[in-house]
């Protein structure tokens, strides 16, 4: 077991009515194997049975913020940051799980170059819906170690890495410098926050899986209309552009770095549609959005449409031939 010499981690627990979800989230955390932490739970003003559950929670290390409204979900994890006083801070969302290793791998990076503001792991996919798991591939380029952030950013736009807000670990002072997780982005807001400080410096990165987020229709981001997820993640292009037109001086890296952003924007504006055309609103609908991101998408390589395949046929294909679709399952052999 990790004594508790090292800097102190804050693990930032926001919620909202996940009374169901937000116990195992807080058991999860306290698992921890570095011991030098503490976690904050901000309660959103539930209406569910939220404050029963952080009644029952005796451990010293776990503090909890009540706002008497809701205040929005920006703003509660920004409430998060203030309350915060480790030397790093994870944030996880109720649904989402660490794995016990996660503050022991980020801390070991850190203490290697003290001046990183980022450490990333991977994290896993969980489908509630499917009742699946998506393993999050490892890089085969970057192993374990301390890199140049913008080496990691590509490879997390080129969809080689997962690495989602619950296993990220950053300086606290560091976003609280740039003015913690932007207002104006209700979507991506997240990304926003670490991209930059990514770009900003060397930052480690943990290659193997040491949290699990969980994707279902209940999620904050999937109540937001399509046209608002959309213009975020334009958003997010243009600032990434702008930031690495001032923090790569290679013009070659800088202008890979931009192209894989625009790609990964395509391949994600793809799988949010799908995702609204799954969820029955009907392709005529759709169209306008479709029309404004066209040269976006022409951004899309080949060997990206491999891994469009199935929200490209959900778009495209009638409900009922893709529900089909979906319902086939592979037959096994007899020599399998």
Known sequence: MTSLIGPLVTIAIPTFNRAAWLKDC????????????????????STDATADV??????????TLTQRTNIGQIPNWNACLAEAKGDYVVFVSDDDRIAPSLLEQCVTLAKREPQVEVVAALSNVYFC??????????????????????????EYFEERISTPMCSI????????????????????????????????????????????????????????ELETRLNCLRKLVDFVSNETDQSIANVQKRRALQSAAKRYFARYAVQVIASYRKAGIRLVKLAPAIWQLRSYLRCIQ??????????????????????????????RSNND
């Not at 807080?26 to 309660?43: G, K, N, P």
């Not at 952080?54 to 503090?63: F, G, H, K």
């Not at 380029?141 to 590509?154: F, Q, S, V």
């Open 26 to 45: 807080i058991s999860c955390a306290l698992a921890q194997s570095y011991r030098h932490f503490e976690i904050v739970v901000s309660d959103n003003a």
């Open 54 to 63: 952080l009644s029952e929670i005796r451990d010293r290390r776990v503090r």
């Open 129 to 154: 819906g499917e009742d699946r798991i998506w393993h999050a591939p490892q890089s085969r380029k970057l192993a374990t170690g301390i890199w140049d952030g913008a080496d990691i950013l590509k």
């Open 169 to 224: 670990m950053i300086r606290t002072e560091g976003l609280r410098a740039q003015g913690g997780f932007p207002l104006d982005f209700p979507f991506a807001g997240d990304t926003i926050a670490w991209v930059s400080l990514l770009l900003s410096s060397r930052a480690g990165l943990v290659n193997e899986s040491c949290g699990t987020v969980c994707v279902h229709t209940a999620n904050e981001t999937s109540k937001l």
């Open 302 to 331: 080949l060997d990206d449409v491999a891994r469009l395949t199935r929200p490209l046929a959900v778009i495209i294909l009638p409900a009922p031939v893709t529900r089909w679709i979906r319902g086939i399952r592979p037959t």
